[in-house]
């Protein structure tokens, strides 16, 4: 799968929903900073869950979870 790199200077959520309208697969990672890490999102992740155009794919740190 070709995988192509694109810089912008913007609102991260912003940036990547535009970029989901012409992509085929969004690839994201969560901190998960909230109240309770590890069980919620980040907010840039929730917000492109809801909005994004295209499937998407949500990558956390399994250290981090385990923890």
Excluded: Y
Excluded at 17 to 42: I, K
């Amino acid at each position: 799968m070709p995988v192509r790199r694109v810089v912008k200077v913007d609102r991260p959520a912003r940036a990547l929903l535009d970029e989901s309208e012409q992509a085929q697969l969004l690839v994201v990672g969560s901190h998960g900073r909230g109240g309770f890490a590890g069980m919620l999102l980040g907010s840039t992740t929730n917000k492109l869950l809801h909005a994004a155009q295209c499937p998407m794919v949500v990558v956390r740190d399994h250290q981090r979870s385990a923890a």
